[in-house]
């Protein structure tokens, strides 16, 4: 009985080692999460079984063998001694004595046996639960990381971008006070644009990237105590007092141009697993917010004017197939430099292309936000004035007619002038019947002498300062 005790214990204890793998083993399928973020099912196959037996054959081999042969020594001895102490006992007694010296004898070995399986299933589960514990973190942080990436993918703007970026930040800290700072078109100021909570807000100082600790050194800092000697100078004299903090800087194509920030109790900084997830937000953010600015820039390149900073004909005619396809009335006004071949071969191209910059900057500024004007080609301009009829927009003819003869001709510059042409979309059977409307009323004013506005189908300038048409 004894020798079968001490064989089992001695196995137990290899045993419980190799179930020990084989459930972390498990346990790690299982922390590894599918794409949608269902557990993976964890099928055991006969492989898998055949080398778990040989795995606990191998650990057991030398245990086993060593145990028997303790056993048969322990069970000699017991013999030898209760011959020696019990010389007048015989069958069963002595049996049951020569029994109780081989137990005395094994029970130390029972005992080691116990402990050192007890100390191998101890040491075996603290590295399982540490193992199982990194990976359970490993598996929310490429979760997280593949959440946000298609959140952000589906941002088509930096305003979406933004509230993707909020609702992160809620999602790693819900507790904490998080904010995105962000340099501004000039890259010398630092604007607040994001923040995880309005109740509560970490309220860094910091007005530019180069003056952010985290910026210049383009990496993570972390700071237990506002009061240390090394700790950030903006985090001192915050209304909440001393504080602990993050930083994390955010980069786009490669310069820093912002900082993710957030504080808490002295001491208690961000665990380590909200720190990556906000390091992941930052870098994520900075390459969506890239990509965006690359895309907006290149639209606007392709639907601008480079000259005049105007749209271009391809953007106004589209605004006119939108207006018209909407069921808004508008007026159409085409406008040209007069006598402009003869100022280019006069002044040269540098003065042409500088009084086409000047009349698009007369535009801009007597136009409403809801007008658009376009470089429509050489030096002609088309205007779209919505809800407008033909009567006010002579007037918008007349103010930027008359702001051009005040703002040409002063010495730093050849004066110029521009000629008219006005028609009204219901008036005419699509766009096409609509620019030549107007491009005839231009035609004719330059025929009746330029610098001066004609409606379609009149021929005759209309009067300065005209307000009403009978």
């Known amino acids: 009985m004894c020798f079968i005790g001490a064989i089992l214990v001695a196995r137990g204890g290899v045993a419980q080692a190799i179930m020990a793998q084989g459930a972390l083993k498990d346990r790690r ?3 590894d999460p599918s794409p949608m973020g269902e557990d993976v099912a964890v099928r055991v196959t006969d492989e898998d079984r055949a080398e778990a037996r040989e795995g606990v054959r191998r650990t057991s081999r030398g245990t086993t063998i060593g145990g028997i042969g303790f056993v048969l020594l322990a069970t000699f001895a017991g013999v030898v001694l209760a011959q020696e102490l019990f010389p007048d006992l015989t069958g069963v007694w002595r049996a049951l004595a020569s029994a109780a010296m081989a137990g005395a ?20 589960g603290s590295e399982q639960a540490a193992q199982e514990r990194a990976m359970r973190t490993d598996a929310r942080r490429r979760e997280f990381e593949s959440r946000l990436s298609r959140a952000l993918e589906m941002s088509d703007d930096e305003d979406a971008a933004y509230d993707v970026v909020g609702r992160a930040m809620r999602s790693v800290a819900p507790d904490a006070p998080i904010e995105l700072l962000l340099a501004d078109n000039s890259h010398a100021h630092l604007e607040r644009v994001v923040v995880s ?11 530019s990237p180069d003056s952010c600790v985290a910026g ?158 376009c470089r429509y080609g050489g030096e002609e301009f088309a205007i779209v004035l919505p809800g407008v009829d033909v009567h006010d927009a002579v007037d918008v003819a007349e103010r930027i007619r008359r702001a051009l003869g005040a703002s040409t001709g002063r010495g730093d510059g050849p004066a110029f002038t521009a000629s008219f042409g006005i028609a009204h979309s219901s008036d005419a059977a699509d766009l096409e019947d609509l620019v030549l409307r107007a491009d005839r009323a231009m035609f004719a004013a330059k025929a009746a002498g330029r610098n001066c506005i004609c409606l379609d189908g009149h021929s005759t300038p209309v009067a300065a300062g005209l307000t009403a048409l009978a």
């Open 29 to 31: 399928r299982r922390a």
């Open 216 to 373: 210049r050194r383009a990496q993570t800092q972390v700071f237990h105590d506002s009061e240390d000697l090394d700790a950030c100078p903006m985090l001192r004299g915050r209304e909440q007092g001393r504080c602990s903090g993050v930083c994390v800087p955010v980069s786009i194509m490669g310069r820093t141009v912002g900082v993710v920030h957030t504080t808490g109790p002295v001491d208690k900084p961000l665990a380590d697993d909200a720190v990556q997830a906000l390091q992941t937000l930052a870098n994520q953010a900075g390459n969506r917010l890239g990509m965006l600015r690359v895309m907006a820039e290149t639209q606007l390149q392709a639907s601008t004017d480079g000259l005049t900073g105007l749209v271009n004909r391809r953007s106004l005619e589209n605004r006119m197939r939108h207006l018209r396809g909407d069921g808004n009335d508008f007026t159409f006004v085409m406008a040209d430099l007069d006598h402009f071949k003869m100022l280019n071969d006069t002044f040269g191209h540098e003065a042409g292309d500088r009084a086409l910059r000047i009349f698009s900057e007369m535009l801009r500024l007597e136009l409403r936000a809801d007008d658009m004007a």
């Open 105 to 124: 004898l094994i029970l130390p070995l029972l005992l080691g046996v116990a402990g050192m399986a007890k100390r191998r299933a101890v040491e075996s």
């Open 197 to 207: 909570s309005t109740s509560a807000i970490p309220g860094c100082m910091v007005d």
